[in-house]
């Protein structure tokens, strides 16, 4: 089942001084399918983010069409694009971006209060706390956790609503080698065990590696990695 | 985990951050609950001023100078029958008198009299026991005196006189009383002490004496001129007050009215006549026809002659015709067609050889006085063709004839007569002095009723008598129902006023009833700049926030959920804000109390301002302040909405600004227009009314400030724009060598362009609104003798507690004073009533009219006329409009500006009802604005058309002098020494100009201390901006610490920043402030160029101050930190 097409999407971006406009994304196809996962590498500022963004209808493309779960992004109003997000997507950032004012569970239930938050969601935010080993720091917050710790609750946080498709944009950036191993590790497993597709961008290759699939993001474009760790 | 949970928590962890919000709300709603409970504080101290005022007296009746019998409150009780609830019926008198120690010292005037017993006291709290030789002062007039109970002092007072001191023949000597009493106790404000019928905003001197003893002293036994009616719980409806009259009506006696019936000798009748003299002319319409009766008219002429023979001092009697014509057979039953216009029948003892030598057909000249246009006395005369002599014998010897001409018809001797006019006792003869022996009063002359009413009719009157056949009554008795019967108190206008009515009315309908929307207007600035600042440090809490926003969007709330989120956290903050605000509110308010009863105690006058909130007005200002701060808060957050969510999260939105150079493109035509505009409004408002000077004033500032602010928009864009192509195309190596430290500090400004405009457009506005306001202070004229000017060229104003009956520049006898030669003198009558001035909170449904003649203000070109009535006519002098012909129930009149408009509310063509001495309803109708002046309280009218209205209205109590020597004190103590005996206050016109913009200045002091604390708010939120920025820029600072730049620098550089935005503001606030007031310059206005220079000084410190403080917080311990964390 297909989770994210991507069919010849452009990303432009006119400069403030007016002149030609600058493609950073150029003609790109992409399929995802249910339970795959593919991590997207490249240099710093060659547009990794823009993509991860228009993967999860963060930003629009100046040309092209995505299509997530069957739902064609261009065609839908700013509702029903939040409402893709909160069912179908899940994200973890860079920055963790917990609400330092709500605890562990407090913040991994909050997708849920975009429909009003039930007993299921609770039991399920801890179900998925216990397995990735913080169900006794639930009633804490952000500010006693560690960077590591804090990533792995955003984590669990994307994964609340069983969302089709889980996009991380640099979620190791702020790790160190041991939390940043350990951090892909639960992806891949989160990614194994939930069937949930995994787009992971990232520009360290040997994390980028343990994915099924790497591609590499040069000059707007997506080609084959053909590199090693 | 719920929304509501998520709110709380956001509430708690940004705890600190909220403070700033929650603080400002509650600023904006303790200035706004503030000012509205002040309105509310003054409003009820009125209602307490004015309940204790009058006590538990519901109704009052003030008969004035006539004085009716004191039983009359007796019988007035029992007719009302004692129901449940009803009180007390008091009869008192009240008058006025001057109080003195009779050891020395400066008489004290205007002081009320009243005369009482122990029913007035029940109206109060407590009863005050007093013998006939003791007085109670209130606390004023004790303080006034310097007197303490077991004091000796000196009470002198008008007697009531049967005529008006200032009428011919009216009795000028004796007419006053005295009474020396000691002081047995001094009475509270809250036991009466304050009584008095009128609601003046000025205190009261009372001084209480017993009824009796006064009503002796008064030559009144037995009399009183107040009625009051007290209920203890309830004030009467208008049904009540009408039932009131009614008993009254069924109640009383002619004789209340001064009139009387006597039987005339011989069966010849009965005779109506009135201890006033005169019959007024309605009591002659209710009785003469519908009874059968006919008027008759008795005059004292000054001289009888016939060629070159003359008579002093007669009577001569003017007779209906048909008395003429049941006469005109003569002895010999010759009839001889009776007596035709300018005839007279001369009675034989002045026909004698020893008097006139006169015969039938000789021309007699009646030589008599009367009472000019302008109140002098003139000696007129008539001929009339004698038509018959008649003897002394029968109907001719009628002593009744001659009215009760007072300190004349009780006398004994010709030469004991005391009339108003001088008397040469010289010319009396033995002869008159046998004739009034064997005669007294009887005619000598007999000429037409017609032709006498021509004569001698005047404003009292014109008939002394109404005789009635000895077959119309039976008796005395049934002649005095019978005129009773057809006589209604009313037709005197003796009718009950609702004195707590109108009382509690006045002080709901004046200025108080405004006061709290006025000192809300006064705070707007800086209610507006408490809101601004709200919403101001909610955005900036907001905006650091932004990842949090920008995580909720990512994970699928809507724009809207969020902004919910957002404008919840904002509405509990203002709530709480709000909450506490109604808090700081009492404590506000009563600072505020506190200054009107100090520094500001002119605004209010010598009302008691005690503190009273109410509900409404603390739970609606609350609400309005929680309103506008959360519109605030939800406008400044619509802008946070806009940025992509992929933006927040980069933290875009924390550090976006300015903003794009298209939408300030049409900054320079728009500031242009704006500019041009300016200059148009104050062309417009130039030399116009006042009002549209102010909406010329505030009109041409607000474009003025609106072409600054676009221009500083314009500005900043720029700043924020990166450099263009064409020379911009140099940026690679010519922006770096232009790149300058103060080039970066001017670019970071331009990088929050919205935040640098809101705090450039407060601190202008504040400052517009404080220098402009301040500019417009009012000064008293350096020169009173300038006779289009506030004092109307008059140098003093005198009021007498005793009116003068004479003109002050004449001696009684009416000749000139030489003492006043070359000085001028506007007299005016007042009738009782409250002044309509802006120290009278309340607003009087009545207020005093003063009597004027016209023609000595149009002479002198006195005063300054704002604006006049159109279609009047009026021309080129306003004063004749007081003669115009407005119809024949209406009285025109003229009053100043402040007057009409701020103590009446009224305007052009407006007019108020009044009721004349005959109960006869009319309107005065304003017909032309004054400009500010010395004339401020009273309405203006024609004193000869208020005589008419007002007939008993005796002498001149204020006069307005200017006096032509280069010593103009020498008049105040003219005054004061020749008319110490009248209470007389002399008072320099300037210094009442002075009291007057007292007032006026002390509002606008108001103004500029809250203008300026708006102005303080906003300088202070240029310091948060100041914070702000510098932690957004926590990261550019630490790298230039890094590359060498010392603290000092930064802290310098930012100085600069902000100071050149503080500067912007202040430049525009004194531009705007210019353009506004260059029309009132060119108009003369005098502007406090210190005081204002000052206000800048103190501003300009003040944003110094907030400035340093904020660099020097911002960067202090270390930025590497920041360098870190980027």
Known sequence: MTVLELDNVSRHYAPATGGAAIAVLDGISL?????????????????????????????????????????????????????????????????????????????????????????????????LLERIGLADRRTHRPGRLSGGECQRVAVVRALINRPALLLADEPTGSLDRAGATKLVELLVELNQQQQVALVMVTHAVELAARLGTVRELRDGRLHPWRGVP | MTRWSLLRASLWHDRRTHLGVVLGVMVATAALVGALSLGDSLRASLRAVALERLGHTTEALLTGDRYFRDVL?????????????????????????????????????????????????????????????????????????????????????????????????????????????????????????????????????????????????????????????????????????????????????????????????????????????????????????????????????NELTVGDRSVPYAIVAAMPDDWFAHRSAGPDGEVDGGNDARTVWLNDWAAD??????????????????????????????????????????????????????????????????????????????????????YRGSPRAFVTLDDGRVLWGGRSGDSTAIRFDATRFDSVEDARRAIGARLDPGQLGWTFQPVR???????????????????????????????????????????????????????????????????????ALALLGSVLGIAAALGYTQLLLLALRTVWADAVGSTPIVFSAGAGSMAGGAAIAWLASLAAIGLSTRRLLRFEPSSLLRGVAAHAGGDAPGRARYAWPAAALCVLGAVALGAWGQGASAGMQAAGFIGAGTLTLAAAVLLVRRWLARLAAPREGGRGTAAGAGAAARLTWAGLSWQAVGRRAGRSLTVIAVLACGLFLTLAIGANRQAPPSDPLERGGPTGGYQFMVNLTHPLPHRLDQRPDGTPDAAWAGSEVLAMRLTAGPQASCDNLNRPAQPRLAGVDGGVLAAGEAFGFMSVAPGLGGGEQPWDLLQADLGPDVLPAIADQPTLLWALGLGLGDGLSYTDERGRDFEVRIVAMLEPSVLQGTLLVDSSRLLQRYPSLEGYSRLLVRWPQADADAAGRLITRAHA????????????????????????????????????????????????????????????????????????GLMVEHLGLAALGLAAGVAATIVALVPAWRDGLAVAWLSLSLVLAVVAASLVAWIALAAWWATRGSLLDALRSE
Not at chain 2, 275 to 298: D, K, Q, S
Not at chain 2, 391 to 398: F, L, Q, R, T, V
Not at chain 2, 1012 to 1027: K, P, Q, R
Request: proline share 4%.
């Open chain 1, 31 to 127: 399929r995802i399918e249910r339970g795959d996962a593919l991590a997207i590498i490249g240099p710093s500022g060659c547009g990794k983010s823009t993509l991860l963004n228009l993967m999860g209808a963060l930003d629009q493309p100046s040309a092209g069409r995505v299509v997530i779960d069957g739902y064609d992004v261009a065609g839908l109003d700013d509702r029903r694009r939040a409402k893709l997000r909160n069912e179908r997507i899940g994200f973890v950032f860079q920055a963790h971006h917990l609400l330092p004012q709500c605890t562990v569970l407090e913040n991994v239930l909050v997708p849920t209060l975009v429909r009003g938050s039930c007993a299921a969601d609770r039991a399920r935010a801890e179900d």
């Open chain 2, 73 to 301: 409150a007796d019988e007035l009780a029992d007719q009302l029958g004692g129901e449940p609830g009803e009180g007390t019926v008091a009869a008192a008198i009240l008058t006025r008198a001057t109080a003195a120690d009779p050891a020395g010292g400066a008489p004290v005037g205007a002081v009320q009299l009243l005369g009482v017993d122990g029913r007035f006291w029940q109206l109060g709290r407590e009863p005050v026991a007093l013998r006939s030789d003791e007085v109670a002062l209130n606390r004023y007039l004790a303080g006034r005196l310097g007197a303490a109970v077991g004091d000796v002092l000196m009470l002198r007072f008008d007697k009531p006189a049967a005529l008006p001191a200032d009428a011919v023949l009216g009795d000028l000597e004796d007419r006053r009383g005295s009474m020396r009493v000691r002081v047995a106790a001094i009475v509270d404000d809250d036991n009466l002490g304050r009584f008095g019928l009128e609601a003046t905003g000025r205190p009261v001197a009372n001084a209480f004496v017993d009824r009796s003893a006064l009503a002796a002293a008064m030559d009144q036994p037995g009399r009183a001129n107040l009625l009051l009616v007290g209920a203890a719980q309830r004030s009467r409806s208008a049904a009540d007050v009408a039932r009131l009259d009614r008993a009254l009506a069924a109640t009383w006696r002619i004789e209340d009215a001064g009139l009387s019936v006597i039987d005339l000798d011989n069966g010849r009748g009965y005779q109506l006549q009135s201890r006033h003299v005169f019959l007024p002319a309605h009591v002659r319409r209710a009785v003469e026809r519908p009874l059968g009766g006919r008027a008759v008219l008795g005059y004292l002429a």
């Open chain 2, 353 to 438: 050889e020893q008097d006139l030598a006169a015969s039938v057909g000789d021309e007699l000249t009646i030589r008599y006085y009367v009472e000019s246009a302008d109140s002098r006395l003139a000696e007129r005369s008539a001929s009339f063709r004698i038509a018959r002599i008649v003897p002394m014998a029968g109907p001719y010897i009628d002593p009744a004839l001659m009215p009760p001409f007072p300190s004349i018809a009780e006398v004994e001797h010709h030469a004991d007569w005391k009339a108003g006019v001088s008397i040469d006792l010289g010319r009396i003869r033995p002869r008159d002095e046998d004739y009034w022996r064997l």
């Open chain 2, 501 to 571: 009515r109108q009382a509690l009315t006045a002080a709901g309908q004046g200025p108080a009833r405004y006061f709290g929307g006025l000192f809300t207007g006064l705070s707007l600035f800086l209610i507006a700049a408490a809101v601004m600042l709200t919403a101001m440090l909610f955005v900036f809490a907001v905006e650091q926030r932004g990842g949090q926003i920008g995580l909720l969007l990512a994970v699928g709330f809507t724009a809207r959920q969020v902004r919910r989120l957002l404008i919840g956290e904002g509405a």
């Open chain 2, 981 to 1052: 005996d009248r209470g007389p206050s002399v008072v320099p016109t300037i210094e009442l100009m002075s009291r007057f913009h007292a007032l006026e200045n002390t509002y606008l002091s108001i103004f500029l201390l809250l203008g300026g604390l708006g102005v303080a708010l906003g300088s202070l939120g240029l310091g948060v901006v100041v914070l702000r920025q510098v932690m957004d820029r926590r990261g550019e600072l630490a790298l230039l610490r890094a590359v060498g730049f010392s603290r000092a620098r930064l802290m310098r």
